[in-house]
């Protein structure tokens, strides 16, 4: 990823940030994986000037929603966040060594329509991904095992949770901007069965 300058702003805001892994590592859906991370993500979501809100692992990426106090805090809270997943991933699988691509992608979301937006891809990003998925509409709809979709008190519907076993511990912290906690409300909230573009 080219080196630019970050985008600035002076106040909190969310953000829709994306890590990427380095090839030759196990998927970031691996059950130990996830679990792992979601332990090391409770200990670690919330701190001065930042909030992991939500994420979704996917195979070789993750997409976090974030608030951050400005264009520096992000930049810490993104270094902690990213030295835990690459943490909690060794410790999974046993290994030392980088996790982490590159550095992370990030879009600021300034308006409540962009927010919904993120929220509807980051936490049915999994329904993206899943040519099955495009079958099953008209089915119950488990939330993503591998996503803060669990703790999320915006869907419109009934939703069927997963099975397996879940760490009880919340892993994300709950938002605290208007745009995350109220204002994206404006346009809908989600149905767990869609499937984002």
Request: glycine share 8%; net charge positive; aromatic share 6%.
């Amino acid at each position: 990823m080219r080196h630019r300058s970050r985008e600035r702003f002076r106040r909190v805001m969310p953000a829709h940030v994306t890590l990427r892994a380095v090839e030759g590592l196990p998927s970031l859906r691996t059950v130990r994986i996830v679990r792992e991370i979601e332990r090391t993500f409770a200990r670690g979501c919330s701190r001065t000037g930042f909030r992991l809100v939500h994420y979704s692992l996917q195979g070789n990426h993750a997409h976090l929603i974030v608030e951050a106090r400005d264009r520096d805090a992000l930049g810490r809270g993104m270094m902690a966040i990213g030295t835990r997943l690459a943490r909690a991933v060794n410790r999974a699988v046993g290994r030392s060594g980088r996790v982490l691509a590159d550095r992370y992608h990030v879009r600021v979301l300034p308006t409540p329509r962009e927010v919904r937006n993120a929220l509807r891809y980051v936490l049915l990003n999994v329904r993206h991904h899943s040519a099955i998925a495009r079958s099953a509409l008209k089915q119950a709809v488990p939330l993503d095992p591998a996503s803060s979709a669990r703790w999320f008190d915006g869907w419109k519907c009934k939703r069927t949770e997963d099975g397996g076993e879940t760490n009880p511990k919340r892993s994300v912290a709950p938002p605290r901007t208007w745009l995350l906690s109220v204002g994206w409300r404006r346009h809908g909230l989600l149905d767990p069965a869609d499937i984002p573009g």
